[in-house]
Every structure is written in structure tokens, then in C-alpha cells.
């Protein structure tokens, strides 16, 4: 993808569009049981951007938004069930979207892997990537 070219995703039965425009925050792989249980994997790829840099082009009203800690929440399609964003209190102003809503490149690669304390038994990370046993903020935060 060319710099600075918006980046497309959507759930999987197609009713919930977006549009990104770059750059993002971060991109990170989070092991925390809230993130693997709803979504039903061993652990789920994010990114962050700024809200104002996430356009919803198709399907604002399937998307329903569930309280899913003290300090945050989780959206997902109300068709298909897809888990698709999360905003906390913590980091106002941020959203973080799930990476794989994304079929095509977006502008970086996953730099690190979070909340690896929480990881399950039968993962292992062999990626060479850095691992750290909660969040990470500045990572999480630090542009670039
Ligand atoms: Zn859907
Ligand atoms: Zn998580």
C-alpha cells in the first residue's frame, strides 16, 4: 500500500464496513482471557487509532457496544457476532480495531505480543517479537 492511502475492513457476514485512514498507533497481539474468550482464538491482533481516523461506511446499526471491563468496551456485529472494536477510558480519544477485519496490508506489522501473563498453556510465541507480562503503554501509545 502507498503511504497515506485509507485501508478498508469488515465483520465477516459483510454488514459492518469501515475505512482507516493511516497512520495508526500501534499493532500488537494481546493474550488477555477477555480478548481470547470472546473471540475464540488463542490470541487477537489489534491496532489503535485515533476515533476521528475510523469512518463506519456501511452497518452503523448493527453494531452493538457491551461494557467488557471497568474500564472498557466492545463492539461487535449484531448480524454475524463478529467481535470488531475496543475503546477504554484508559486511552481516551483511541480505538483499537481488530487487525484480521483487515484483508489487505495496513501501514506497520505487529511489533509485540501483551498481557503474555494470560497466555494459553498450549501457545507458544516463537516469533522473536517482544513479550510483556501486561500492557505495555508506551508501546500501546508511542507513535511509530
Ligand atoms: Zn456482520
Ligand atoms: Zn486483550
Redesign the pocket.
Known sequence: MNAGEAFCGE??????RFEVSPPSRWCLHCHCTLCRKSHGAPFVTWFGVGKDQLRITQGES?IRWRDSSEHGRRAF?S??G?QLFFVSSRWPGQIDIVRALVDGPIDRAPSAHVYVSYKADWVDIDDGLDCYPEEYQSTRQRPG
Open positions: 465483520c465477516v457476514c459483510g454488514a459492518v448493527e456485529c448480524a454475524c463478529t
